[in-house]
């Protein structure tokens, strides 16, 4: 089994739904459990498109599956959760990335692993510190205790 961190995010509809429904649809994945959720905070969208504010978190999960196996499952489920590819970085019902599968990395057209905005990001790696600390960045040799710095704009939920 390998260890893998999910970040997920919600900006339209009952967003606290739909993750605890991409959650549950990722726990029902062949060879696949989620071990442990992060709190949900409540973040400003990036990109510059206009919308509403995200609900995130990371879920530790572990997996038989291949990275790949893995990608299709996740892309299932953003389907099934009405996921629509219309505008990039836009809104979205559900967004599932692999951040961190084991200490892989991979640089291919369909994937890549660590994800390679998660260090910027603080809406990834507060939640991850919380889940997390100890896990290191395969690329940068650095615990996410390292990389994680507070940001007022990452507020937690409820």
């Given amino acids: 089994m390998t260890t893998v961190y999910i970040s997920f995010g919600s900006n339209m509809g009952d ?12 726990d029902n994945v062949r060879d696949t459990s989620v071990k442990c959720v992060s709190s949900l905070y409540e973040t400003a969208p990036v990109g510059g498109v206009e919308q509403d504010d995200f609900l995130n978190g990371i879920a ?8 790949l196996e893995l ?4 892309q ?12 990039h ?3 979205r019902t559900i ?11 991979i640089d291919s057209e369909h994937l890549k692993i660590p994800h390679p905005f998660m260090h910027e990001r603080s809406f990834v790696l507060i939640p ?3 889940v997390a600390p100890n896990a290191v960045h395969p690329t940068m ?6 990389l994680v710095t507070m940001d007022p704009d990452v507020r937690i939920y409820k």
């Fill in 15 to 26: 967003r606290e739904q739909q993750i605890s429904d991409a959650l549950n649809l990722l």
């Fill in 60 to 67: 530790e999960i572990t997996t038989q599956l291949s990275p």
């Fill in 71 to 74: 990608l299709d499952e996740i």
């Fill in 76 to 87: 299932a489920i953003e389907l099934k959760l009405n996921r629509v590819r219309k505008i």
């Fill in 89 to 91: 970085w836009g809104p």
């Fill in 95 to 105: 967004d599932l990335d692999i951040v961190l599968f084991g200490a892989e990395v």
């Fill in 128 to 130: 991850l510190n919380e």
């Fill in 141 to 146: 040799n650095k615990k996410i205790s390292e």
